[in-house]
């Protein structure tokens, strides 16, 4: 891989890992969130069950990334080859580390791939998140603002999220523009008057 080949599309060098998930649903949202927003890599570290008809029924689509989804024994084997690591957590943990928005994180993994790297985002189980043992072996901590009184998100949402927040890092956010037209001349006006009480007759 080239410098210039990260710079052409750095989310094709980001790859989402989730560890030791429980619903083959949350598998297959997860994927459809990451072709939602461009990115294919999906590496699972000891699934309960993969594959699975209700992952595929979740994926909506974007099977291909179920059927290119590495499956490892462990974390250290989902994170070969990869220089920055991105682990995602909503509980405060106590131990030394770095720890930065969802926003800040996914700035960190796209400048790592445009740099020629490539760069995991790490998520945990469904009921108790990533371990500290996980966190320490990502090179970054990152946590989503949610509320208070309720911050718990489900998996596939919090991938949602994380992914989005990489291709806007990647791409940008400007929306899509409507198609500018000429304003219409007093007499294309008239006559669009007088073509309505034609027809209206």
Not at 35 to 50: C, D, E, K, Q, Y
Not at 57 to 85: I, K, M, P, Y
Not at 104 to 131: C, K, N, P, Y
Request: aromatic share 4%.
């Amino acid at each position: 891989m080239t410098m210039d080949d990260s710079r052409a599309n750095p989310l094709d060098h980001v790859r989402v890992v989730l560890v030791a998930p429980s619903h083959p649903g949350n598998v297959g949202a997860s994927a459809r969130a990451m072709l939602a927003m461009g990115l294919s890599r999906l590496a699972l570290v000891a699934p309960s069950r993969f594959p699975d008809h209700e992952a595929t029924r979740r994926a909506t689509g974007a099977t291909a990334v179920l059927d290119a989804a590495r499956v490892v024994d462990s974390l250290d084997e989902a994170l070969e080859g990869v220089s920055c690591s991105v682990g995602y957590t909503s509980r405060p943990r106590e131990f030394a580390g770095v720890v930065v928005s969802a926003r800040d994180a996914a700035a960190l993994a796209i400048a790592s791939a445009r740099a020629g790297r490539e760069s995991a985002l790490v998520f945990g189980t469904e009921m108790s998140g990533l371990s500290n043992d996980d966190l320490a072996r990502c090179t970054a901590v990152a946590t989503i603002p949610t509320n208070p009184a309720f911050a718990s998100l489900n998996l596939a949402a919090a991938v949602q999220v994380a992914v989005y927040e990489a291709r806007v890092a990647s791409q940008g956010d400007a929306a899509w523009q409507a198609p500018r037209c000429a304003p219409a001349t007093h007499d294309e006006i008239e006559g669009l008057e007088h073509f309505d009480k034609v027809i209206s007759v």
